[in-house]
């Protein structure tokens, strides 16, 4: 059975780092300040070089260099968080999430299931 007292599985980290990050995005300003899109980037820059997972932490800072972090709203911050999430998805063999619906996901709810709402 699932013992959550254990350390993290790749997998574990990995879902709730995602979690995290497109929560973060969409809760980002629309309209943020010089000082809110240069912490936001070295946030980005950080976290890249310090995700423990070694080799997801290197392939992540390669992607981060070819498409670098579009910060200037929550839209553009989560779509690009969306299109890395993909990048991984696509590596893994995953479904490629559709960037139109990340504010339902992770923001609204989707409002078919009435239950599933944002809680932040
Ligand atoms: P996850 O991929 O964790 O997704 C969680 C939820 O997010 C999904 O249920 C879905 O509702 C939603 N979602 C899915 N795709 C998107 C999207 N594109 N945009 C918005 N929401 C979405 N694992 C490896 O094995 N190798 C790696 O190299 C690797 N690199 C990683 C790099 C980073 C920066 C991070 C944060 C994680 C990495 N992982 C890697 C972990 C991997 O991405 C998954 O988190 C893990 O495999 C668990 O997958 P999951 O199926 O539970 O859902």
């Known amino acids: 059975s699932y013992y959550t007292e254990c350390p993290l ?3 574990q980290l990995g ?3 995602w979690s995290y990050l497109h929560t ?7 309209n943020p300040s010089q000082i809110e899109q240069t912490k936001m980037k070295d946030f980005i820059d950080t ?3 310090t995700f423990p ?6 392939d992540f800072q390669e992607e981060v260099e070819k498409n ?7 839209e553009q911050l989560s779509k690009w ?11 893994l063999g995953k479904a490629e999430f559709d960037c139109d619906r990340v504010f339902e996901r992770w923001k609204f709810g989707y409002s078919k299931n009435p239950k599933c709402k944002g809680y932040l």
């Open 15 to 17: 879902r709730a780092t």
């Open 53 to 58: 997972c070694k080799h997801c932490s290197t």
């Open 9 to 11: 599985f790749r997998n």
């Open 47 to 49: 976290f890249a070089k």
């Open 68 to 74: 670098p972090p579009r910060v200037e709203n929550n």
């Open 24 to 30: 973060m995005a969409a809760y980002y300003p629309s």
């Open 81 to 91: 968080f969306c299109e890395q999430h993909n990048v991984v998805n696509q590596k």
